[in-house]
């Protein structure tokens, strides 16, 4: 049996980005057509490398500024969950641009709540493995105050289960717009520690 599944879900590449900048109150990522994936992350990117330092997502685990393996190379979103998020702070659309987003991708169900280790595959080969479903925070709040000044303090709560994924390149390769990347699980049931 296959530890990773492959399913019938794919979801269609429909924006890509990279962080360039160190500046959270921007947190602008630059916008490209395709993505060329290394075991280290996207080239260019703050976020990439093959360790990272800790920081206060994982304070339980370890103290602020431990050298960890970086599980956080790409922070993928989904266009759906975006158009609930603007919704519900009061504007139009969100720029992915804006929450330091690497990847946007449309036609996943419940995309934020993907199991972690599942993967994303694209069709050149190129593949992610989503660590876990990423929490709101406030750097992108604060970018989107400044393009929406009195909307920026509703994402976090408006955010909360529909920020979506961080990732870390699982195969190298090209991910590009308009690619469908297939959704592969994992071959397990849920944990029941009652069970």
């Not at 993907?114 to 994303?120: E, M, T, V």
Request: charged share 20%.
């Amino acid at each position: 049996m296959p530890a990773l599944i492959p399913t019938d879900y794919f979801a269609t590449v429909t924006w890509l980005g990279v962080v360039t900048t160190t500046d959270r109150d921007e947190l602008l990522s630059e916008v490209r057509a395709a993505l060329d994936l290394t075991f280290e992350g996207i080239a260019g990117s703050v976020h990439g490398g093959a360790t990272r330092a800790s920081c206060g997502r994982v304070k339980s685990q370890y103290p602020r500024g431990t050298e960890i393996r970086n599980e956080r190379q790409l922070s993928i979103v989904s266009e759906e969950e975006l158009a609930l998020i603007a919704a519900a702070i009061g504007v139009d659309q969100i720029d992915p641009a804006r929450l330091g987003a690497s990847m946007v991708l449309s036609g996943l169900p419940d995309f934020s709540h993907l199991p972690p280790s599942a993967r994303l595959q694209a069709p050149s080969g190129a593949t992610l493995t989503v660590d876990m479903q990423n929490q709101p925070c406030q750097y992108p709040a604060k970018s989107l105050e400044k393009v929406a000044p009195g909307k920026g303090r509703g994402f976090k709560p408006a955010a909360e289960g529909r920020r979506g994924v961080t990732a870390m390149v699982a195969r190298e390769g090209r991910i590009a717009l308009g690619d469908a990347l297939r959704l592969h699980i994992p071959g397990q049931r849920a944990w029941q520690p009652e069970g």
